[in-house]
């Protein structure tokens, strides 16, 4: 099928990647830019989404009592606190950038007459229902307001346009029609892809292997195929972090119904690599590494020191669980002691839990592969054989399983895959050869890296914006000469052009836009920005929602003052 154009003699000022949570605040952003000084027309800004509808982590808003999303559903009613220690509903779209925008969290509550009911609740942290109901209402809005999403469709290509511009090629999955849209400036917004471990990625897709990611929308049809089970099941958890323990207490909850109905107890391995679950550190000391100015600090550092830091901080936010949570399954797992205890003194054979929780800890996961021993005589339907390592005594250990829950934790690196594929990544240094390793660095390296890469001269470098002189065009400010002077660091760099060598390394502004190399052939001035994809060069908060809403205004002033 030939593809379609939009606006076939038309370009977009900004096409975004995504339509999750980070660009919309871009959206929102964009709106509240004065339009008699903004370069960046609201009709000509569109968003391509593959769900054909706006959704927020579907897969993890687990249902509990009375439709309310909950940690747990049996014997402590915690609300269940968005992901990381360090979200107060103050940390929305908007609020931090501009209180008075139409699209905080609290604007949301006005609107749904559920403002003075929510103070009420003495609990400055929303469920995660309401929040994806936040989301959605700020979605609308935008729209309403004249912003364009191109939803169901997924963006399979990016390449070089006429013109100055960027062509964006996507698929229209429900009927496999191929677009084509050209703009002036992209902004990626991948979001994270479902990340397996190695040896189990061999042996996918399978129905009774899913991620934390796809947990809702498959755990139900997951377990149907199970029901009639002549014996009782085995089920894996993989990981030891917060969506790993969410979903072991609900499949806990779900298999206790499933066991008692069929007199049978179920088994639930937790699968952890290291000694025990760890505590998130959610103090207000800790979390000020998520305060919007302390990007600033994380990008300025040396690239040795700024690693250092992230890893210093990583428990608050990776591979651990909120106390609450952890004070929950440990109280389960107490509950479900007392009840063997109970049964086998009085001589029953099996307690009345239906489900038994057991965390396997130094294991990692070693191999896995499809077994032969099915779930029922008269069934083909196999299990996994699945063998693990001991992490200090090295020894071997094998475990048949009848279904794998993975919650380990998610790949941010499509953007990269779709650059190097496209004719835009020589811009870069990037070739579809180029590592997946390949790194971000901040732009006061760019000009060092440059003028060690051969013949190649460092291009004018502004140190928070990243804008360097290319050539003349009388867009972005470049200069067709060539000039001296000192760049951010007060190094003497004179520019000129020269051939793009392959690179290992990309460059990204404090702004959150990627610095193509000096070519020898024409200047590169489409601008691509990345949003969640850089941790590594501004800190932790990169992929959560405390600085979305500063970013977004920071991205669009950008933009705008340099198109």
């Not at 927020?56 to 808003?61: C, S, V």
């Not at 997951?222 to 499949?251: D, P």
């Not at 590169?524 to 920005?529: A, T």
């Amino acid at each position: 099928m030939a593809p379609s154009q939009d606006h076939p003699t038309g370009v977009y000022d900004v096409i975004g990647l995504g339509f999750g949570p980070a660009n919309l605040a871009v959206a929102g952003a964009l709106l509240e830019q004065p339009r008699e000084t903004c370069p960046i027309s609201v009709n000509k800004t569109l968003f391509i989404e593959r769900y054909h509808e706006f959704k927020w982590h579907p897969g993890m808003l687990l249902p509990g009592t009375r439709m309310q999303i909950r940690r747990v559903q049996f014997y402590v009613d915690h609300t269940l606190k968005l992901r990381g220690n360090n979200t107060s509903f103050l940390k929305d779209l908007a609020t931090l950038r501009s209180p008075q925008s139409p699209i905080t969290f609290i604007a949301y509550l006005h609107a749904q007459n559920r403002l003075v009911d929510f103070i009420n609740r003495g609990c400055n942290t929303p469920t995660r229902k309401e929040y994806s109901d936040y989301l959605a209402y700020v979605a609308r809005y935008v729209q309403g307001q004249g912003i364009k999403v191109a939803y169901g469709e997924n963006v399979i290509a990016i390449e070089e346009g006429r013109e100055g511009t960027v062509q964006v090629h996507s698929k229209v999955l429900a009927t496999g029609e191929t677009r084509v849209r050209r703009a002036r400036n992209l902004i990626v917004s991948p979001g994270g892809s479902p990340s397996f471990p190695r040896c189990i990625q061999t042996i996918l897709p399978h129905p009774r292997i899913i991620h934390s990611s796809e947990y809702l929308s498959s755990v139900e049809p997951m377990l149907a195929t199970m029901k009639a089970a002549t014996r009782s099941l085995n089920i894996a958890v993989v990981g030891a972090g917060q969506s790993a323990v969410e979903v072991l207490l609900n499949l806990n909850s779900r298999l206790t119904s499933m066991g008692k109905s069929a007199d049978r107890e179920h088994n639930l391995h937790l699968i952890v690599r290291g000694g025990t679950l760890k505590p998130s550190d959610g103090g207000p000391f800790a979390n000020q590494i998520y305060n919007p100015e302390y990007v600033d600090v994380m990008y300025d550092l040396p690239s040795d020191s700024r690693r250092r830091v992230i890893a210093e901080h990583k428990d608050t936010n990776y591979g651990t669980v909120n106390p609450r949570t952890l004070e929950s399954l440990y109280e389960v797992m107490y509950d479900q002691k007392v009840d063997r205890d109970i049964a086998e003194r009085g001589g029953n054979a099996l307690p009345v839990t239906g489900a038994r929780i057991t965390i396997r800890n130094y294991s990692n996961v070693s191999s896995a592969e499809i077994s032969a021993q099915p779930l029922q005589a008269s069934t083909e339907t196999n299990s996994f054989s699945v063998v693990f390592q001991n992490t200090l005594t090295q020894d071997f250990s094998e475990t048949t399983y009848d279904a794998i829950i993975c919650a380990t934790g998610y790949e941010r690196n499509s953007w990269l895959k779709l650059l190097k594929a496209s004719s835009l990544g020589r811009h870069f240094g990037l070739r579809a050869t180029s590592s997946d390793k390949t790194r971000l660095s901040v732009d006061r390296d760019f000009g060092v890296a440059v003028e060690k890469n051969g013949d190649c001269a460092a291009p004018i470098m502004n140190g928070k914006n990243g804008i360097f002189k290319v050539a003349a065009n009388g867009r972005n400010g470049h200069s067709q000469t060539p000039d001296m002077r000192n760049n951010a660091d007060g190094i003497h760099a004179p520019y000129a052009s020269t051939e793009t060598k392959v690179s290992e390394t990309l460059y990204i502004s404090r702004h959150y836009r990627l610095l193509p190399l000096p070519t020898a052939d024409h200047e590169f001035i489409p601008k691509i920005y990345l949003q969640g994809c850089a941790e590594e060069t501004h800190g932790l908060s990169e992929t959560l929602l405390s600085v979305m809403g500063i970013r977004a205004g920071e991205m669009v002033e950008d933009l705008c003052s340099n198109y």
